[in-house]
C-alpha cells in the first residue's frame, strides 16, 4: 500500500508562507495500489488528487464538516471522466449521504448541482461500499467522538493495517476510545488528529479534537509501527512542527507532510 497526504490541515486551508513545508490544504488522505485508490475525505487537498482511471476509486467520508470535503467539486478529472467514483461513509447510510454532499454542493452554497448533476458519483451504503471493495481492500468503521460524530476507519490489504481516526477528542468518552484502541493495537500506521497542545486544549474541550501529546502516548499504548499526526492547526507554523519533532516526538510518530508518499509493504 501506498499512502499519501494531500491535505494535512484542520478548520482552514492556510496558503501562506511559513506553511508551505508542511502544507496549507485541509484533510485529504489518499492510500493506493496497483489495483485501487481509495480517497479518505476531500478537503481543499482533493484537488491534488490524481484519479487513475485504470483501477477502481473509492472515496470515504469521516464527517461533513467543511474541512473534509470543500475540495470535492474542485477536482478537474470530475468533469472529464466516466470513472465512477463509490463514495461512502461509516456515519450515515446512502441517503444520509447524499443529503449532507446535496446541501454542501447545491446553489445557494454552490453554483452547481453536483450531486444531482451528472458527475462520476456512486453513491452508497457503508456495507454496499465494503462489498465493491472487498476484491481489493477490506475496511471497517467504528465511531469516533466529535461534534456530530464522525467514522473511524480500518482499511487492510493482506495483514497489512491503517486506521484513521479523523476527528476525535481523546480522553471524553471511554468507550469510544476503546474502539479506537481495538482498531490501532498493533496496526502498520495509526492517522491522528493532533489539532492542539496539551495547552491549547484546556479552553477547546469538547471541540472535538485530541492532542499532539496524546498521539504519543497513545503509540506506546497501541504499539503501531508509525503514528502521523495530521489536522495540524491552521496557526501552526513549520517552525513550531520542526521545533515539536525535535523536542517530544520519538522515532515512530510524525507530523504528517502535504504530498510526502510512504510505503507500506
Ligand atoms: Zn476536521
Ligand atoms: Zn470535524
Given at each position: 500500500m501506498e499512502i499519501e497526504f494531500h491535505g494535512v490541515r484542520g478548520s482552514i486551508p492556510i496558503p501562506a508562507e511559513n506553511f508551505l513545508e508542511y502544507g496549507g490544504n485541509t484533510t485529504c488522505i489518499e492510500i493506493s495500489s496497483k489495483d485501487f485508490q481509495l480517497i479518505i475525505d476531500a478537503g481543499s487537498g482533493f484537488k491534488n488528487v490524481r484519479i487513475r482511471e485504470g483501477r477502481p476509486t473509492f472515496l470515504i467520508f469521516s464527517h461533513f464538516h467543511h474541512d473534509h470535503l470543500?475540495?470535492?467539486?474542485?477536482?478537474?478529472?470530475l468533469f472529464s471522466t466516466k470513472h465512477q467514483i463509490h463514495v461512502g461513509s461509516g456515519l450515515v447510510g446512502k441517503e444520509g449521504l447524499k443529503e449532507a454532499l446535496s446541501t454542501a454542493f447545491?446553489?445557494?452554497?454552490?453554483?452547481?448541482?453536483l450531486i444531482g448533476g451528472n458527475f462520476a458519483f456512486n453513491i452508497m451504503n457503508f456495507e454496499t461500499f465494503q462489498a465493491a471493495a472487498i476484491d481489493f481492500f477490506s475496511i471497517a468503521t467504528f465511531p469516533l467522538s466529535h461534534p456530530g460524530g464522525a467514522a473511524g476507519y480500518k482499511i487492510a490489504v493482506g495483514n497489512r493495517s491503517v486506521v484513521c481516526g479523523l476527528d476525535h477528542e481523546y480522553g471524553l468518552d471511554k468507550e469510544l476510545d476503546a474502539h479506537f484502541h481495538g482498531a490501532s493495537d498493533n496496526s502498520d500506521l495509526v492517522i491522528w488528529d493532533g489539532m492542539f497542545t496539551n495547552s491549547e486544549l484546556k479552553n477547546k474541550q469538547g471541540w472535538g479534537h485530541s492532542t499532539i501529546e496524546q498521539a504519543i502516548a497513545f503509540s506506546s499504548t497501541c504499539n503501531p509501527n508509525l503514528l502521523f499526526i495530521t489536522?495540524?492547526?491552521?496557526?501552526?507554523?513549520d517552525q513550531e512542527l520542526n521545533q515539536l519533532t525535535q523536542d517530544?516526538?520519538?522515532?515512530?510518530v510524525k507530523f504528517a507532510k502535504e504530498n510526502k508518499k510512504f510505503e507500506i509493504s
Open positions: 470543500q475540495g470535492l467539486p474542485f477536482n478537474e478529472a447545491t446553489p445557494p452554497l454552490f453554483p452547481l448541482d489536522h495540524h492547526s491552521p496557526q501552526r507554523k517530544l516526538l520519538p522515532g515512530r
